[in-house]
C-alpha cells in the first residue's frame, strides 16, 4: 500500500544545531507540503513544492529550507534550531493542484534545548 | 482571501450522544470542503470531502457533513458518539486562488473533541 513516512518520529536536539527532518511518500504525488502543529495555532504552513526542483514558502518558513530532488522526498532542514522550533511537524502529500486533497505522515515531534 | 473558522475549541459530549462541530468559510463561489480527525500523536486523516453535487456528504466511521452555501458552513455531524471519537478535528478549504498557492489547503484551528463515558 502507499504510503507517506517520516523519521525520526522523536528528535531532541540542541539550540544552533543543523537538523533533518525527512519525509517519503510512495503515492507517486507531485504535491508535498511542511506543517508545524502547534497549541493555539492549528497547522502552519512551512514549504511546500508542487514537483521535483520547485519549492514555495509557506507562512512560517523562516529558519527553514527544504530541497526536492526527487519525486518521493521533501526533506525540511532547520538551519540553525532554536526553542521557538520545539513543535510537532507533519509532512503531507498531494496528487496535484486540482485534487486538494492531502494525505499526512505520522508526525515528527521535535524539542530544541 | 479564503480562510476558515473553526469556533469551538473544545467540545465535551456524552457518549451515544449527538455531535456537531461547526465550521465557516470565506469565498466567494463554489468552496472545495474538507473535514480532517487526528487521534492522538497521529496524523491527520481525512474523513469526508465536498467538490461539488449533493450537498450532504458521508464519510468514514459514521460522519456526514453538509454544506450551506447560504451560512457558509460546512458542519460535522454524528447520530451517536463513541468514546474512540475523542480526537481533533480539522476544517479545510482548498485555497482556489489565483495566486502561487493554489492547489494548497486552509485550515481551521481545530476543535478538540472529549467524550464523556
Known amino acids: 500500500d502507499a504510503e507517506i513516512t517520516q523519521s525520526p518520529r522523536h528528535k531532541i536536539t540542541e539550540t544552533g544545531r543543523q537538523v533533518t527532518l525527512a519525509c517519503h511518500q510512495t503515492?507517486?504525488?507531485?504535491?508535498m507540503f511542511w506543517y508545524r502543529q502547534d497549541l493555539g495555532h492549528g497547522l502552519r504552513l512551512i514549504h511546500y513544492?508542487?514537483?521535483?526542483?520547485?519549492?514555495n514558502k509557506g507562512e512560517v518558513s523562516d529558519g527553514y529550507s527544504v530541497s526536492r530532488s526527487n519525486t518521493e522526498d521533501l526533506p525540511l532542514t532547520l538551519e540553525s534550531a532554536a526553542s521557538s522550533q520545539t513543535s510537532v511537524y507533519f509532512c503531507a502529500s498531494s496528487q496535484d493542484r486540482s485534487s486538494y486533497e492531502q494525505y499526512f505522515g505520522p508526525g515528527t515531534r521535535l524539542t530544541v534545548t | 482571501a479564503q480562510s476558515v473558522t473553526q469556533p469551538d475549541i473544545h467540545i465535551t459530549v456524552s457518549e451515544g450522544a449527538s455531535l456537531e462541530l461547526r465550521c465557516n468559510y470565506s469565498y466567494g463561489a463554489t468552496p472545495y470542503l474538507f473535514w480532517y480527525v487526528q487521534s492522538p500523536g497521529q496524523g491527520l486523516q481525512l474523513l469526508l470531502k465536498y467538490f461539488s453535487g449533493d450537498t450532504l456528504v458521508q464519510g468514514i466511521k459514521g460522519f456526514e457533513a453538509e454544506f450551506k452555501r447560504s451560512q457558509s458552513s460546512f458542519n460535522l455531524r454524528k447520530p451517536s458518539v463513541h468514546w474512540s471519537d475523542a480526537a481533533e478535528y480539522f476544517c479545510a478549504v482548498g485555497d482556489q486562488g489565483y495566486g502561487g498557492s493554489q492547489g494548497n489547503l486552509i485550515f481551521g484551528k481545530g476543535t478538540k473533541l472529549s467524550v464523556k463515558p
Open positions: 503515492w507517486n504525488h507531485n504535491n
Open positions: 513544492s508542487y514537483g521535483v526542483q520547485d519549492t
